[in-house]
């Protein structure tokens, strides 16, 4: 069956720091990777997406992310985090040719002043 | 961003009651989706609906759950009659075209007495 791994389930990390938020998705062809953010009591937020191409992609608010076939893994970035980043940050896939997104069980980021 | 509306916000109801959930997509889409979070866990998927009929579904839309869009008003999950084990976030996603981003509701919160 298909699945996303989200290994962290909480990462704290103070204002300034960089962060790493990791993914590895489960399907033998390359799917369509999505990273959405939520906020208390808000819907999911679309960061970025990756269907294809350069495997280095830019989303909003400085984060980006890097798709890798040979680890089966779209690691989530940013270079800088503001207090404003912490949130609920889930990973996504879609198969080609799928209609569902299945989601990874989410990363609770705290950012301490 | 682009913006989906979800009516009520939260619903509490006894059990064997009929509910249903309410969902303002996006204008132009045309893709509509039903997904359920249980408290501190992940989001799954269940039903896709497109052109008056459901393209997909998952096995947790159950026979007492339906989905209709009568003449392009609200998309509503209908859930009769309602179970203990309904009670969760229920988020309603569109997107504009078939394995395109889908955009996120805040959510109806579901508690089933």
């Known amino acids: 069956a298909q699945s996303v791994t989200q290994p962290d389930a909480r990462v704290t990390v103070s204002e300034g720091a960089s962060l790493q938020l990791r993914c590895k998705y489960s399907?033998?062809?390359?799917?369509?990777l999505f990273w959405y953010v939520q906020y208390p009591r808000q819907g999911l937020q679309l960061l970025l997406k990756?269907?294809?191409?350069?495997?280095v992609v830019q989303g909003v608010n400085s984060f980006e992310a890097e798709f890798s076939k040979s680890n089966s893994s779209f690691h989530l970035q940013k270079a800088s985090v503001h207090w404003s980043d912490s949130a609920v940050y889930f990973c996504?896939?879609?198969?080609?040719?799928?209609?569902?997104?299945?989601f990874g069980t989410g990363t609770t980021v705290s950012v301490s002043p | 961003g682009p913006k989906v509306l979800q009516i009520p916000s939260h619903q509490i109801i006894d059990m064997g009651q009929m509910v249903t959930l309410n969902c303002d997509p996006v204008?132009?889409?045309?893709?509509f989706y039903w997904y359920k979070q249980i408290l501190g866990q992940q989001m799954e998927f269940l039903v896709n609906?497109?052109?008056?009929?459901?393209?997909?579904k998952s096995k947790l839309f159950k026979d007492q759950f339906s989905v209709e869009r009568p003449d392009g008003s609200y998309f509503t999950l209908k859930i009769q009659p309602t179970a203990l084990e309904d009670s969760a976030v229920y988020f309603c996603?569109?997107?504009?075209?078939?394995?395109?981003?889908?955009?996120f509701g805040p959510g109806t919160r579901l508690l089933v007495l």
């Open positions: 996504a896939q879609l198969y080609q040719g799928g209609r569902a997104l299945i």
């Open positions: 996603a569109s997107s504009l075209v078939n394995q395109d981003t889908q955009y």
């Open positions: 990756y269907y294809s191409g350069d495997p």
């Open positions: 204008s132009n889409h045309l893709y």
């Open positions: 609906f497109y052109n008056g009929k459901v393209m997909e």
């Open positions: 399907y033998s062809a390359t799917p369509y």
